[in-house]
């Protein structure tokens, strides 16, 4: 069987070549780079505030690309040529399939299959006269075909050949093609295909790689500049405990906002006399620092411009204001690295026995000023100058000797005709932006739960066990708290997203207690345990679920009941047992062996259920290790100038050591719930210890909270610990001195002072 390379002539598979490549290209290129307009969502039109602020960013958010529209309409233009191309590629590969799919002969002279030989001639002499080119209704293409389906059944063996192979010629020789036409490697063309690969493979190819391999080597995986990142590991390494300027002063001397390393900065003439009149209206600038690079122009510029967004300063709007805008809508990308810097450091202290390490308020204070920037505000000033059209002089009704307002869930809680005297300065219009945005806000629930996974007892926790604290976020919008028609008193403490207010338990000795009062959605329904009041004889099975109704009761709930109502169910537990005890005598037997049935039955839920709690943690261990989103809800931001998500830091710390004992974990998908795993190893000392588990916000200030764990950590098992191998050959005097040498990081509730 012969073998020859050859050309491809006609062009058709070259179509195909074409027809792959260019779909190859275009489908994905349509998916990802058409332009889409977001869909105005009504709900989201009329939750939008108006406020002016609000409204200049709207202008300003528009006009940031003005060759936005231009653009659009070349990517579109491009997309839809390219599909044009390949339905005329389509089209001309069908036509190719068709010519070779639907040659047969027999159809062609339009005689039946086995026809003799001179019924194919008188056939063809009939066509021939209609077919022929020479005759008006002659087409040139048709009658080769019937030229050449004529000589296929007039030839004796290529009849043969195409009754048993389908072809004229035979099976035919296997041949190797390239998809190409012929003048590609004609000598006339060789310089300009030459010319072509040189361009492609030599020039643009090598332009681009090194283009793409040149920034990565610059910047760290979330877009910081590798300097950026060094001269944070330096500071924070240099300075343990940080202060909140001074974590402004160096995410100010940033490399992003130099111009000698990032092209973008713009520096102009003006600055020289704008950037000094901003010294005298901000104090504790620190303008004179001769330390590197905060003594830098470029360094200098941006402090001072973050200054000014934090006082609500207003810029000249053609020049230092564009400058605010591009400076503030770094900062949190820069925050979160400084962030991962400190952890990174805190780590590497721990594991390197450095005594200098990062305390637990430098990452803090990074993590405190993200949402300073977010709102351009100080920390020190009130959490209720987020909402629009709020100022200095509305914040004196809130603070007058009738109410005493600090918080914006103190402010929630308010009846609705309190909250609307408040703001009796604001127009009606006014104030239903205030209650939008309010209304709006997060509103979380902070559940922990600590115990040592895969353990025989998850709540026992012994030394050096990992320890899984289980933090579970339940997002609310603030306007839960409107409850306007059981409005609640002004003397209501929010805590933790749970209301606490101090009453005397009824029916108690008089001592006065905390009473919480639960969110509405957080409520549970408590039917069953109410006495029926029908006369005659209680059901036993009533009596049982009521009981178990009873003993489901929390011990809050357990105490806020009155003597006679918790004694009452015995009384009738008591009175139906009398009357009923012939017919229990007389069913002792059949009793018991119910009584065995349901103990097998409640074992065998138990285990149910004690595999579906595990398999619900290795899902929720799995979904942990999933890739994270980015969408949570937008943030009320005016003065930020671009769209802000809601996003959260949790982490467990020792404030009495001041130690970071988990790295902070950036929840960045807290859409209505969220549920996160932090692990850290329990003390070596047996002892008990109380930790925090602290959850901040990165958007909005006076949204953090904060919970303590106690850890009643006991000996390891002997088994553990004199097993071989752990076994060194290390002498005990030399673990001894080594304890002694580095104490343990953790404090211990002996320590703490007035904790019993």
């Known amino acids: 069987m012969g073998q020859k390379f050859q050309y491809d002539e006609s062009g058709g598979t070259f179509f195909y070549f074409l027809l792959s490549f260019l779909a190859l290209i275009l489908i994905p290129a349509t998916i990802y780079y058409w332009p889409r307009k977001k869909k105005r969502d009504p709900e989201e039109e009329n939750r939008r505030c108006h406020c002016p602020p609000c409204i200049q960013k709207v202008e300003y958010l528009k006009n940031a690309e003005p060759w936005k529209g231009p653009k659009d309409f070349l990517i579109k233009l491009l997309i839809l040529a390219g599909w044009v191309v390949l339905i005329f590629l389509a089209y001309k590969v ?51 075909k019937l ?100 974590v402004i002063m160096i995410l100010a001397a940033s490399f992003e906002f130099d111009k000698r390393h990032n092209s973008e900065v713009v520096e102009r003439p003006t600055d020289n006399e704008e950037i000094p009149q901003l010294f005298k209206r901000l104090p504790h600038l620190q303008e004179k620092n001769k330390e590197q690079p905060m003594c830098r122009m470029y360094s200098v ?51 390197k026995r450095i005594q200098h390490i990062p305390s ?76 939008k945005v309010l209304g709006n806000m997060p509103y979380v629930d902070f559940q922990v739960k600590c115990e040592v996974i895969d353990d025989e007892n998850p709540t026992k926790v012994t030394a050096g066990a990992i320890v899984t604290v289980t933090v579970t976020l339940t997002r609310q919008n603030m306007s839960t708290l409107f ?20 009453k005397e338990t009824p029916g108690g000795d008089g001592d006065s207690e905390p009473f919480v009062k639960r969110p509405a959605w957080m409520k549970q329904k408590r039917g069953g345990g109410k006495k029926s009041k029908k006369s005659g004889k209680q059901n036993k099975s009533t009596a049982k679920s009521n009981h178990n109704v009873e003993e489901t009761l929390t ?89 802000k998500q809601e996003y959260w830091w949790t982490y467990i710390c020792d404030r009495k050591s001041r130690t970071l004992l988990t790295a902070p974990y950036y929840v960045t998908s807290l859409v209505n719930q969220e549920i996160v795993h932090l692990k850290f190893t329990a003390p070596i000392w047996p002892n008990k210890y109380t930790l925090q588990v602290c959850l901040r916000s990165d958007s909005y200030v006076g949204f953090d909270q904060q919970k303590d764990i106690k850890l009643d950590v006991e000996e390891a098992h002997k088994e553990i610990v004199d097993h071989p191998q752990w076994e060194f050959e290390d002498s005990a005097d030399e673990a001894v001195a080594d304890n002694d040498a580095h104490e343990s990081e953790y404090t211990t509730d002996d320590d703490i002072p007035g904790d019993d």
């Not at 159809?107 to 005759?135: F, M, N, Q």
């Not at 000249?316 to 952890?343: G, M, S």
């Open 360 to 435: 637990i308020e430098s990452i803090e204070n990074c993590m405190k000023l993200s949402p300073m920037i977010v709102q351009a505000m100080w920390e020190h000033k009130s959490p209720l100058l987020q909402l629009p059209y709020i100022n200095e002089d509305n914040l004196k009704y809130f603070m007058s000797k009738k109410r005493h307002i600090k918080t914006l869930q103190q402010y929630a809680q308010l009846k609705s005709e309190d909250r609307r005297s408040l703001l009796r300065n604001l127009s009606d219009a006014q104030y239903e932006d205030v209650m």
């Open 94 to 144: 069908s036509q190719f399939d068709y010519e070779m799919a639907n040659f047969d002969p027999y159809e062609i002279l339009r005689v039946p299959l086995g026809a003799s030989e001179s019924e194919i001639k008188k056939s063809y002499r009939k066509l021939s006269l209609i077919l022929h080119p020479d005759k008006d209704t002659g087409n040139a293409k048709e009658f080769m």
């Open 147 to 246: 030229t050449k389906a004529y000589q296929a059944l007039t030839n004796e063996e290529a009849r043969k050949n195409w009754e048993k192979y389908g072809n004229p010629d035979g099976p035919g020789a296997m041949s190797f093609g390239i998809a190409l036409p012929s003048w590609i490697v004609e000598k006339e063309n060789s310089v300009w295909v030459l010319g072509l690969y040189a361009l492609v493979f030599m020039i643009a190819l090598p332009i681009v790689v090194g283009t793409w391999w040149y920034r990565s080597i610059k910047f760290t995986g979330d877009q910081v500049l590798l300097d950026t990142s060094q001269m944070y590991y330096y500071f924070f390494h240099k300075t343990p405990n940080m202060i909140l300027k001074r």
């Open 483 to 502: 409850g306007d028609e059981n409005a609640k008193d002004n003397s209501l403490i929010t805590e933790n997203g749970i209301e606490v207010e101090n």
């Open 301 to 351: 510029k941006a402090r001072t411009i973050i200054h000014a967004h934090l006082t609500r300063i207003p810029l000249n709007p053609l020049t230092l204001e564009q400058d605010r805008r591009y400076i503030i809508a770094k900062c949190p990308y820069l925050l979160l690295e400084q962030v991962n810097c400190v952890n990174q450091l805190i780590l590497l202290g721990y594991a």
């Open 555 to 643: 011990p809050s709930q357990e105490k806020s009941k009155t003597k006679d109502e918790r004694e009452k169910p015995l009384k009738d537990d008591l009175s139906n047992d009398s009357d009923d005890s012939d017919r229990e005598n007389a069913k002792t037997e059949k009793s018991s062996d119910e009584d065995n049935d349901n103990n097998q039955r409640s074992e065998n839920s138990d285990d149910d259920d004690q595999e579906w709690e595990k398999f619900k943690k290795i899902r929720e261990r799995e979904r942990s290790l999933e890739g994270k989103s980015k969408t949570s809800h937008p943030v009320h931001c005016p003065y930020f100038p671009a769209e």
